[in-house]
Antibody
């Protein structure tokens, strides 16, 4: 049974950094691409970033202006999203998703999300 | 970047057919996916690769596309179909994933 689990969310002050993490089980972690998608309160889904199975390819939303960095550690079955220079507009539920071996394949396995709140 | 547009809301009575559109320039050349999201839950894939249904998704859900519009059709709508629906696609021009703004389906 496939499971995806996010962690690391919390309350952070504007301008600070936060790293959220994702792990998964039920499939061969190192063979699959992973994505981060976020959803601000009461808003729609916003794609954040994707990373290839081996970490050699990463893409992120232009709107983030390079502030967010996706990475992975296949030895420990972890994917990370490093978020820098946070603003209140980054307040959202951050979902981790996977299910395709390619960065351009749709992710059909999602976690329940980790909540990030940016507030002073 | 590539932009897709969905209607904010669609309302249908039970048993009717709901049509949710996703408009984009030459979207017919893209591969489209559709997610369903109910309140307080993570999104669930209901259509992938424009027309295919994951296991467990009822045959009442169908996907199609034309030159500039992708469509999710839900036949014989039920109360349990009430949710937000999002179209989703990979833009090879920019190497970015794109979500539509979402459509709230209300079952009257």
């Amino acid at each position: 049974q496939v499971q995806v689990l996010e962690s690391g969310g919390g309350v952070v002050q504007p301008g600070k950094s936060l790293r959220v993490a994702c792990t998964a089980s039920g499939f061969t972690f190192s063979r699959y691409a992973f994505q981060w998608v976020r959803q601000a309160p009461g808003k729609g889904l916003e794609w954040v970033a994707v990373i290839s199975h081996d970490g050699s390819e990463t893409y992120s939303a232009d709107s983030l202006k390079g502030r967010f960095i996706i990475s992975r550690d296949n030895a420990n079955n972890m994917v990370y999203l490093q978020m820098n220079s946070l603003t209140p507009e980054d307040t959202a539920l951050y979902y981790c998703a996977s299910g395709s071996k390619m960065v351009r394949g749709v992710a059909n396995f999602w976690g329940q999300g980790t909540l990030v709140s940016v507030s002073s | 970047s590539y932009v897709v547009t969905q209607p904010p809301s669609v309302s249908m009575a039970p048993g009717q057919t709901a049509t949710i559109t996703c408009d984009g320039s030459k979207i017919g050349n893209r591969v489209i996916h559709w997610f369903q999201q109910k309140p307080g839950q993570a999104p669930v894939l209901v259509i992938y690769d424009t027309r295919d249904r994951p296991s467990g998704i009822p045959g009442r859900f169908a996907g199609s596309k034309s030159e500039n519009t992708a469509t999710l059709t839900i036949s014989a709508v039920e109360a349990g179909d009430e949710a937000d629906y999002y179209c989703h696609l990979w833009d090879p021009t920019s190497d970015r994933w794109v979500f539509g703004g979402g459509t709230k389906l209300t079952v009257l």
